[in-house]
């Protein structure tokens, strides 16, 4: 019953399979051998980008902070929404790999909108010299909430940012789930909808560490190549993040994976509401917000179950208190630990 994170799981069996063909003999070093030259082509054609700049990295971190780093200057800033991966949990990673440049969060929700987009950038700019420059927008898919952005809210995003000349950044660490959510192909979930550039999530999906940069214009490249290795993020047997992402995407495996984790996730959401629960969000994805009794939750807790609460703790305060928790349902979890979890509460 572990429902902490989808970090939290194994790496595929086809994909240690991968790893063990591509530990065989020698290969060119830095991205100059046939595994990562398979994983570009593969990433390629899925993205419908033929022309695409496609960069491998260990991180999902690594990925927005150098794809940023590339889109904005030091003196400009990042727009994002107030809990954006970006914003809380990358120990101002893309702060530093920018060289300083400032992050301004748009709203107070998971989901930017064109509005309070259009605000925020209007609000910059308007102290000449002395303020940050606007920036690229970064958009997160699925956001951290669980929920996700339809391709018609994408393009009204780019058509508001691109308005102002202005790039769009998509954080993917779970594009997988919002593509088999959504059913709409990975081109129109991104370029085809304006974004131009996409940090290309596996790590949480069924990988054992790598993420893409995805330049839909390939013109940031040799930068992005240069920010990869000055921020030591350039593995020297790259073959070996190759493998697992020319794996990854070739034959839909990063679908099926995907398909798995929003299925079992869709089951859990349903016990939960059955049971009582209030869901603070509509589960799109993979990640559910729901809230139940303290009592409940240390009974949970208790028979083994692993999650994190968000708000408040488990000791302390009425068995009635509602506290909200996390729940997050990895591809490769068992649906008899979902089962034994609904028949707890």
Known sequence: MFFMSDNTGPAHPAIMRALTEANSGFAAPYGADDWTAAAVANLRDVLEAPKASVNLVATGTAANSIALAALCPPWATTFCSSVAHIHEDECNAPEFYSGGAKLTLVGDGEKLTPESLRAAIEAEEIRGVHGPQRGPVSITQATEKGTLYSPAEIRAICDVAHGYGLKVHMDGARFANAVVSLGVTP?????????????FGGTKNGLMGVEAIVMFDPDPDWEVQLRRKRGAHLFSKQRFL????????????????????????????EGLRAKGAVLDYEPEANIIFARLPRSTHARLQAAGAQYYLWDSALDGGSDDDMLLARFVCDWSLPRTSVEEFLSLL
């Open 187 to 199: 081109a129109e979930l991104t370029w085809k909808a304006g974004v131009d550039a996409l940090s």
């Open 242 to 269: 190759g493998a697992q992402m020319a794996e990854y995407v070739r034959d839909g495996l990063w679908l099926e994976t995907a398909r798995a984790a929003n299925a079992l996730c869709a089951t859990l959401a």
